[in-house]
């Protein structure tokens, strides 16, 4: 098994819910393959901190350290668009777009992690979006529904590669 920990943002349960069903339709409609991510499993990746055979306490530790420094204050996203991105031929992700305005979040815990030693893992080449399924065929950028919350906290989660769980490293409420 793989841990992978990353810190992230998850949607409201309606929020997760619509969007699971989006995918169905979008799964039939474009007749694409794939199992779409259960609704809990939805979430937008802020920052991936590698992947191991065993998690290092020492990591979790630093990164615990550097997200309890983030201070800003509670604020809306917006997810707009699907498209499929790049990918090895049957293994594309068919992802919601939009929530540029999750950027300052995101820069605010890579400058964190930065500070304590985590630079490394920083992704300077971020696309904001919500992965809803792996698989083939393709769907060219557009406009859907919107979904839309307030984001009151990110979270550190260690995601069990292939076993479909996250477990929760520690969670950070929003305030400034």
């Not at 309606?14 to 259960?38: E, V």
């Not at 499993?41 to 992947?51: F, P, V």
């Not at 300052?104 to 030693?117: C, D, N, S, W």
Request: aromatic share 8%; proline share 6%; charged share 20%.
């Amino acid at each position: 098994m793989t841990d992978r920990p990353l810190f992230m943002l998850r949607p409201e349960i309606a929020q997760a819910q619509a969007m699971a069903d989006l995918t169905g339709a979008l799964k039939r409609g474009y007749g694409l393959t794939g199992k779409p991510f259960a609704s809990n499993r939805l979430h937008s990746t802020l920052h991936h901190l590698g992947d191991y055979v065993e998690l290092s306490p020492e990591l979790v530790t630093m990164a615990k350290r550097a997200a309890a420094t983030v201070t800003m204050p509670p604020f809306e996203v917006t997810f707009d668009r699907v498209v499929t991105f790049s990918g090895s031929p049957g293994r594309r992700p068919l992802v919601l777009r939009g929530g540029d305005d999750i950027v300052p979040l995101q820069r605010a815990i890579g400058e964190a992690m930065t500070k304590v030693g985590l630079g490394a893992f920083v992704n300077q080449s971020f696309t904001p979006h919500i992965t809803l399924l792996w698989g083939a065929g393709i769907v060219e950028e557009q406009a859907v529904e919107t979904f839309r919350w307030t984001v009151p906290e990110f979270a550190l989660v260690n995601s069990r590669v292939g076993q479909g769980e996250y477990v929760v490293l520690g969670q950070w409420l929003l305030r400034g």
